[in-house]
DNA sequence: GACCTTTGGTGTGGAATCGAACACTTGCTT
DNA sequence: AAGCAAGTGTTCGATTCCACACCAAAGGTC
């Protein structure tokens, strides 16, 4: 296996870190990969080890005490899971499950919460990223109160879109109808819609992005705060060049 | 004015600094009234000062760039308002204005920056706070997604509740629908439900809460997380000493 | 090729909420 | 006392989405 190095590393958030920051960081850090489906923090369970993913999609998803349940938020690997044990947290509500397979660096979220103490530019960072993260929820929150089915998965899917290679998601209506929170049924003539006016085309089991910027319009003011905000306090938030726009 | 001490402080996260990390606040802060309306920090705006709040309560509003809006969390004296300023954020994407009027202290959020960078205690105490507060806003997500109005006007009585002194909130159904992004009228409707059901009690402009237990218990698992978590990872939520119970 | 599971397409009835309108009440202002 | 604004009660058709059901198509397995 390749010597990790900040180089090769293709997390974003540690791409940020300088060189002695990163050294402190790289013996502890660990190359793990994650199918789909896998749990990587169960929610209300002692948080191990915290999430670096350097490529698919975590899923974060919260449930009631009475059984219902919501996604919150995704990280991939512009971002961190779990990085709220940076400082102290030991458990989270949610839990955080891979959506797209991928491969993430790992941590011990012990010995993050030590070098966080002594590094106050790792501390830093988390605390920057978790404050995107929190505008992520709060932006679903608003989705989630004001925009349409239509709206909430165009958002959903450039969302997934950002954290990709490619354009060609693999999800199912099922899957897609609990991240919305709604019936999968909905979700088919959601798609339809999608597809009718040329944005996406879909497959079994399978949605390529065919227009981007149209399906970016379409969402109204539902996506983008939170990708602003990371280009912002973080730095570069899609490989490609492209920044988000708002 | 009295001199401002530990023993005399009113806010409830400042009350959790051990008495050295409070003296290096100390001689920065100012008490400052704020009146019901008031903006405390705009959307989008340099943040000038960081709000600790010892009485009143401050709504967080988030405007989507096409003009909808909704509430996503409620502040009062358990934590801050514009915390995130600690780590060198400079705006935030959702405006805080007063909706109960009350008392502040006030520090410019420069200093408290870099008094962070200086005091890891206090650096961690409003990281713990922001990662409630995150939580707050990933159960309004939850519950715009899955629980009805009836339901979340409950949960929202009793955020309300948990922040003041006594049993009445002073608001009108077009503000509550403004909060909840609905109708006014459906406000109306949801205040007639739990009033038949004798869980509040409805006067014009004015709410009281009556059976605050059974308020939670219809509130299925929309109320209660940020709550236990404040309360596990900060210290006591409800100065009544009736601890929120999930 | 037959079978079976997963996924997608479609329809129906009903609940929740919207959107908009109008009347009534309360309390303040003039 | 009259007038007015703010707050509330109420109605009603339109819309979105739920809840449930059932069938069709695709793809894997034997």
């Given amino acids: 296996m390749l010597k990790l190095s900040l180089e090769n590393c293709r997390n974003l958030l540690i791409s940020q870190l300088k060189e002695p920051d990163f050294e402190v960081l790289r013996p502890h850090l660990e190359r793990i990969d994650r199918a789909r489906g896998d749990t990587v923090i169960s929610a209300s369970t002692h948080i191990e080890h915290v999430w670096f993913p350097e490529s698919g999609i975590c899923s974060l998803v919260l449930t009631s005490n009475d059984g219902r349940s919501a996604e919150i938020g995704i990280v991939g690997r512009e971002g961190v899971v779990g990085g709220a044990a940076a400082f102290g947290v030991d458990t989270l509500p949610h839990s955080s499950l891979m959506q797209v397979p991928g491969t ?32 992520q929820a709060i932006q679903t929150a608003l989705a989630n109160a004001n925009y349409t089915v239509e709206e909430r998965l165009a958002r959903w899917l450039l969302m997934c879109h950002d954290r990709i290679d490619g354009n060609e998601i693999e999800l199912t209506h099922d899957f897609l109808g609990t991240m919305l929170s709604v019936r999968r049924s909905t979700v088919t003539l959601a798609t339809h819609h999608l ?17 981007r910027e149209k399906l970016q319009r379409l969402t109204g003011g539902a996506y983008g705060m939170p990708e602003v905000e990371y280009e912002r306090i973080i730095g570069p938030f899609r490989q490609s060049g492209q920044a988000a726009r708002c």
Avoid: K, M, Y
Wanted: charge should be positive; proline fraction near 2%; aromatic fraction near 2%.
């Fill in 195 to 211: 597809e009718g006016a040329g944005l996406i085309r879909a497959q079994r089991g399978r949605i390529t992005i065919v227009q």
């Fill in 104 to 135: 993430c660096l790992t941590i011990s979220a012990e010995i993050l919460r030590d070098i966080c103490d002594r590094r106050p530019e790792v501390n830093r960072l988390i605390s920057r990223f978790q404050h995107v993260l929190a505008t």
